[in-house]
């Protein structure tokens, strides 16, 4: 099995890995009138070329015999902090339990974190029991759902995410410093499901002894606003946890 950059020539093929697999995954949650328009217009041969020449993807296919076997498509997108971004990864179903798809995400994390991302992200939807393992076994934590649309429906998609250090550990517990220029701890394994994306739990200590607050996973801003009933607010971006009390205005 080889692994390479993909190219335009690789369409055909690509559609071809994505609808057995999307099938394989999801056929039960998913009709395939709705998997064909899906992989129709994802990969088409203008998509496709567009996504190729983008500065921040890393667009990557396993090769077994001539044959494209898997693909990982993913892309650096520059938040507060850049982020590599793993929007699918696929391997054909008559391919699968070899380490195809390990190594296709190995590859991309190597070339994401070259292209400068400070985390990584990968999302698979709820209904794929099986991807989320996946990501769960490659040191991802579940940071969170959100509603993604597929030929005009909405389907929930759960959120996994890598924090890695220069040497490629996760990193759960980081030091930065607010816009206040004041010394804070983020733990990365303590979030909080939101709107937008997870807060964080801040700390004055990296032993986490005494806690500070929270950042937001959106914006990474520290304008981070608490109410009396629990509610969560990101001041800068709108991002929102809804409150964990009662309140009848909800």
């Known amino acids: 099995m080889d692994l390479r950059d993909a190219t335009t020539e690789d369409v055909d093929d690509i559609r071809e890995t994505a609808r057995a697999s999307l099938s394989a995954s999801y056929g039960h949650a998913l009709s395939a009138e709705l998997i064909d328009g899906a992989v129709e217009s994802w990969y088409d041969a203008e998509t496709l070329a567009d996504s190729l020449t983008d500065e921040g993807a890393v667009f990557v296919v396993a090769v077994e015999d001539g044959d ?29 339990g070899g380490g195809i798809g390990n190594a296709l995400l190995r590859r991309a994390e190597t070339e994401l ?33 959100r509603e993604v649309e597929i030929g005009g429906e909405e389907f929930p998609e759960r959120v996994f995410a890598r924090f890695p250090g220069g040497d490629g550990e996760q990193v759960l517990t ?18 909080e499901r939101a709107s937008r994306a997870p807060f964080y739990a801040t700390y004055a200590d990296r032993e986490r002894t005494e806690r500070v607050g929270y950042v937001c996973g959106n914006c990474a801003g520290f304008a981070v606003n608490v109410d009396t009933m629990d509610r969560v607010q990101c001041s800068g971006c709108g991002n929102t946890r809804r409150a964990s009390r009662w309140d009848a205005a909800w």
């Open 113 to 145: 974190l070259e292209l400068g991302a400070e985390r990584l992200e990968g999302r698979v939807l709820a209904a794929n029991e099986a991807g989320g393992e996946f990501y769960e076994g490659e040191g991802f934590s579940e940071i969170g759902e």
């Open 68 to 96: 494209v076997v898997g693909f990982v498509q993913s892309r650096l997108v520059e938040r507060r902090e850049p982020v590599g971004e793993l929007d699918w990864l696929h391997v054909h179903p008559d391919h699968r």
């Open 174 to 191: 980081e030091a930065r410093v607010t816009d206040d220029g004041e010394q804070v701890y983020v733990a990365y394994d303590e979030a």
